[in-house]
């Protein structure tokens, strides 16, 4: 069964930068969409940013600008490069097969001073 596996999290202070990544066990990144998600507390899950197999991206609006999401199928791996962090960016990030329907297992970002 295929697993996703995030890391990359941690404390930063506002304004500093973050690479979260996102490892497949198995080679499922020529056959889906990636996304990464992200849950703050009382708060729903809500989509960051997607890549789909052809390399088209999206973003949310309060983070376009400032995060990258990127993907290299020979590493089974997708990432996002997050920079001017603020605060509200604090939250839980998981990454998600998307038309799989498989979930990594998160990795918390902490946005403070």
Not at 75 to 90: A, C, G, H, I, R
């Amino acid at each position: 069964q295929v697993q996703l596996v995030e890391s990359g999290g941690g404390l930063v202070q506002p304004g500093g930068s973050l690479r979260l990544s996102c490892a497949a066990s198995g080679s499922i990144f020529s056959i889906d969409d990636m996304g990464w998600y992200r849950q703050a507390p009382g708060k729903q899950r809500e989509l960051v940013a997607n890549i789909t197999i052809g390399g088209m991206t999206n973003y949310v609006d309060s983070v376009k600008g400032r995060f990258t999401i990127s993907r290299d199928n020979a590493k089974n791996t997708v990432y996002l490069q997050m920079n001017s962090l603020k605060p509200e960016d604090t939250a839980v990030y998981y990454c998600k097969a998307i038309y799989l329907k498989i979930w990594g297992q998160g990795t918390q970002v902490t946005v403070s001073s």
